[in-house]
């Protein structure tokens, strides 16, 4: 059982279009944080957020922290091929150290 | 930039054979995980180490899997004997917790290790 779900699985897309990913669970987690990994690669830390309510944005990429920190969407502005790559969300839960626990992925693929 | 390095990159071998799986963490980080990445599970944390001290292992099939951290420098990953069943992509990433408690440091990984058991 995964303690996060991420939706959809699968994404597939033309340039210029706009995608939300959704990152759910019935934990609470003291901080979020998204990865984006590329083929080959591992996955690199695009943003944390720790404050529930919270938006972060990062150029075309506009992340929010649920209000009850459960749960957590990425919405990409405009795609573009560049932005191909699984999509992961981790949660941290406090009293786990360092530990985060990492959602199940969206796989996001931008047409030219 | 500083990086995570995973040797090697791509391991085959029969099953029953030990496999060794090497990191090298990021210099100064004091926290290091292991985990392992397939197509049906996704990213599963099999390992967690603090200050080269194992915090968790409970991800970790203990009959066949052991992680060790020789030094700060060097965190180790084996199997033995292998399985076919673990075939698949083996991450380490290390990271800085600089508060008990606190999880809000991003982790660095490696590119992993590609393992295919036949």
């Known amino acids: 059982t995964q303690l996060l779900e991420q939706s959809p699985q699968f994404l597939s897309i033309q340039e210029g279009e706009n995608l939300t990913v959704y990152c759910n669970s019935s934990s609470v987690f003291s901080s979020l944080q998204w990865y984006r990994q590329e083929p080959g690669e591992g996955p690199v830390l695009l943003v944390t957020?720790?404050?529930?309510?919270e938006v972060k944005k990062l150029k075309r990429l506009t992340f929010q922290f649920g209000d009850a920190r459960k749960d957590s969407s990425l919405h990409i502005t405009a795609a573009q091929p560049g932005d191909t790559g699984l999509y992961l969300c981790?949660?941290?839960?406090?009293?786990?150290?360092?530990?985060?626990?990492f959602g199940t992925g969206t796989s996001l693929t931008v047409i030219p | 930039d500083a990086r995570v390095t995973q040797t090697p990159r791509h391991k085959v071998t029969e099953m029953g054979q030990e496999v060794t799986m090497r990191c090298q963490p990021i210099?100064?980080?004091?926290?290091v995980f292991w985990y392992r990445q397939t197509m049906m599970q996704g990213l599963e944390l099999l390992a967690y180490?603090?200050?080269?001290?194992?915090?968790?292992d409970s991800g970790m099939p203990k009959d066949r899997f052991s992680a060790e951290m020789p030094d700060a420098t060097l965190a180790t990953l084996k199997i033995q004997p292998s399985e076919p069943r673990d075939s698949a992509v083996y991450f380490c990433?290390?990271?800085?917790?600089?508060?008990?408690?606190?999880?809000?440091?991003?982790?660095?990984f490696g590119d992993g290790t590609r393992l295919s058991i036949l």
């Open positions: 990433a290390s990271g800085l917790a600089t508060v008990h408690g606190s999880n809000n440091q991003p982790q660095h």
């Open positions: 180490f603090r200050n080269r001290a194992p915090l968790d």
């Open positions: 957020v720790v404050t529930g309510g």
């Open positions: 210099l100064g980080h004091n926290t």
């Open positions: 981790a949660g941290g839960i406090t009293d786990t150290g360092n530990q985060f626990y």
